[in-house]
């Protein structure tokens, strides 16, 4: 369970935020990986080199940095969402042709060399992509993703039996199943929700009147599923008064996936474990920086890209999200 979402400021400067839900333990942490970067997808079948350098959250398993979100240079961003009952790849060895790149490893991939929207297909094209054992759940993570850049323009990435699709985003929100276009149709079970309510009506004798703002927004789906959330955000996101400049928009992206956030508890999985928002992120494309805050630390904290970043020789750990937090007083 994860939602994302875009936003612009008057400027237009481009947003891109997402809330990190998942019942399994993390360790995430914040990487700067420099372009020039080698690194192997699927160890003695596929290796590719970096050509932009990117900020991302991610982990590292056995020297390995596996980013599910992130930006770079350009102003690309992208973010993986668990794609279950849909997403589907082949096992490497099953897959003929071209080098192969693990699911888990697609938003690394496009974020060390991809520039804007406009690129994904070209970019996707050239590789095939295949299911690979992730490291925290021993298993192949059904994943999709959102991409975005300086632009506004957002798309997403989904492989199902059908094949590869690269969709336009006219909506900048996604959740996970169903698939995008199926959400999108799904929008139009709740055009009646509305920023304002009927002053009145009337039933036979009988004067009814709203008990206060909000009235319009009845119709809204209250859950956590991901129908759900797609569509709060996405109505949410659509009648936000236009954040006026970066700060504003930070808070406006905060605001808006507050809005489909997880406490521990309301949600439990088959297996047991509590599903929760470990960590809510939002980056700006035009600056490279990040904001991010964590379920047991509210305080944001924030990372840019630095303009040296080329330099570099390795990638870099910036430091773990989880903190203990600290307590402003009076």
């Known amino acids: 369970m994860c939602t994302a979402v875009t936003l612009q400021t008057l400027q237009r400067e481009t947003f891109f935020g997402r809330n990190m839900d998942f019942s399994y333990p993390i360790e995430p942490a914040l990487y700067l990986v420099p372009k020039g970067s080698a690194w192997a997808s699927i160890p003695g079948k596929s290796s590719f ?33 668990y794609f279950a009952g849909y997403a589907s790849f082949p096992q490497p060895s099953a897959a003929p042709g071209g080098p192969m790149l693990a699911a888990l490893d697609v938003v690394r991939f496009l974020l060390g060399r991809c520039a804007s929207v406009q690129e994904l297909r070209r970019l996707l094209d050239a590789v095939r992509l295949v299911g690979a054992p992730d490291p ?49 149709t799904n929008l139009r079970n709740y055009m009646s929700a509305s920023p304002t ?57 905060f605001h808006l996936l507050e809005g489909v956030a997880l406490p521990r508890g309301p949600v439990a ?23 991010f805050r964590t379920y047991d630390n509210c305080q944001v904290t924030t990372a840019k890209l630095p303009a040296d970043a080329g330099s570099r020789a390795r990638p870099v750990r910036l430091g773990a999200l989880n903190r203990q937090p600290v307590y402003a007083t009076l």
Do not use: M
């Open 136 to 184: 925290v759940t021993n298993t192949v993570a059904p994943l999709h993703w959102i991409a975005a850049d300086r632009s506004g323009a957002c798309a997403v990435i989904e492989q199902t039996e059908e094949g590869l699709h690269i969709w336009n985003n006219p909506i900048g929100v996604l959740a996970n199943s169903p698939d995008l276009r199926w959400q999108l």
């Open 49 to 81: 080199q970096d050509s932009c350098s990117c900020i991302g959250i991610g982990q590292e398993f056995r020297n390995r940095i596996t980013l599910v979100d992130g930006v770079n240079e350009h102003g690309f961003a992208a973010a993986a969402l």
């Open 269 to 291: 999985t088959s297996r047991g474990p509590l599903d929760f928002t470990h960590y809510t992120a939002f980056l700006n494309t035009a600056s490279g920086e990040y904001f």
């Open 197 to 253: 309510q009927k002053p009145s009506a009337q039933w036979g004798k009988v004067a009814l009147t709203p008990f206060g703002n909000g009235g319009g927004t009845d119709i809204l789906p209250g859950g956590y599923a991901s129908p759900a959330r797609f569509v709060r955000t996405a109505y949410q996101k659509s009648f936000a008064a236009a954040p006026a400049n970066r700060q504003d928009a930070v808070a406006t992206g």
